[in-house]
Each structure stands twice: as C-alpha cells, then as structure tokens.
C-alpha cells in the first residue's frame, strides 16, 4: 500500500515537473519567436519581402503564408535558408533556434547542433543552460514538436505529414515522441480541435 502511494506521487511529482519545464521552454521559445519575426521583416533600404524572387529562395509577403501568419514567414524564411542578421552573435540561444529551423524536415543531434553553429557541445550546453534552462536536446524536441502541432491543427496535415515536416521518418516514433511531449496523441490532439471548432 505504502509503495503504491509512493509510486503515485512520484508520477504526480514528475508529471508536474514535465508540465513547468514545458511550459517555461514554451514561453521562451515564444519571445525567441517573436524576435525571429522582427528580424524577418525587411528593412527600409532592402526590397520588400513580396519583391523579391521566390525562386531565388528569397520570401513572399507574409500574407501568403496564412492562416499561419508571420511566424511562419519567419520559421520559412529560416528554412530556406535565408538566415537573418543576429543582433549579437553570442546569443546562442537565437542563433540555435534559427538553425534548428533551417534544419527542421532533417533529424538534428545535439553534436550536429554545436557543429552547425561552430560551437563545442559543451558550449552549446551552457549556453542554452543560462540563457533557455534547458538542453541542446530539449530544445531541439521543443521546437520540433511546436512545429509538428502547428502542423496538425493550423494545417490539417494528417500525422505521416507533420512527422516527414519535422524530420521523423518514422510516424509511429514520431506519434510516441509528440504524445510522450503533450501527453496526447497527434490524433487525440486534432480530434479535440475539431470538437471544440464545431
């Protein structure tokens, strides 16, 4: 009896634990975002976005990528391979989240993460540590999983088509990875947006 009360609690303990940390890494990648989509916007002095040509691997206007909007201009331009300029290169944390995106539709390891931005892993690893609280790993997941919602819920995409866009060849490891993040299946997960839209 006692141990199962303990096995609860832990499970309670660790459930709680995951949902913070989640939440935090959501609020941060958000404000990252936020920057990301600012950077994106031209500046004066450059054409603007819709001016440019597409197949020069430059972007459309940001109208073009709705119902997602900017931040999807943003992310896009990024995996195009446009990289926008940082304000401080010693921002890891910017300088991971654009990389992460440019790469996003190729599994990423920490190690290819730290070579891809010239960097030890352990210098990757206290950089995240001091500015996100979390790990190369950690945030390579975050942002893939954000991305793969996004694509079950803003585009409809069925589960073998948001998991080829973050990189998973696999969906079945793709739907564990995504359930053992939000605690729901990718399927759970549209079925309650569809529920709740109707």
Do not use: W
Request: proline content about 7%.
């Amino acid at each position: 009896m006692a141990i199962t009360a303990v096995i609860v609690l832990v499970t309670v303990f660790r459930e709680r634990h995951h949902r913070k940390r989640r939440a935090a890494l959501e609020t941060q990648l958000t404000s990252l975002e936020g920057v990301l989509v600012g950077l994106a916007a031209p500046s004066s002095d450059e054409p603007a976005a819709e001016e440019l040509d597409p197949t020069s691997g430059a972007f459309q206007s940001a109208d073009s990528f709705s119902p997602r909007g900017p931040l999807s201009t943003a992310i896009s331009i990024l995996q195009n391979g446009l990289r926008p300029n940082l304000p401080a290169p010693d921002r890891v944390d910017l300088r991971a989240t654009c990389h992460i995106y440019e790469h996003l539709q190729r599994p990423l390891t920490p190690a290819d993460l730290a070579d891809g931005l010239n960097l030890s892993l352990r210098s990757l690893q206290r950089g995240l540590s001091g500015t996100l609280g979390c790990t190369p790993r950690e945030l390579i997941l975050a942002i893939k999983m954000r991305e793969a919602k996004r694509c079950l819920i803003e585009d409809d995409a069925r589960v073998q088509e948001a998991a080829r866009a973050v990189g998973f060849d696999d969906p079945f490891h793709f739907s564990r990875r995504f359930k053992a993040y939000y605690r729901v299946s990718p399927t759970e997960m549209q079925d309650r947006i569809n529920r709740n839209v109707a």
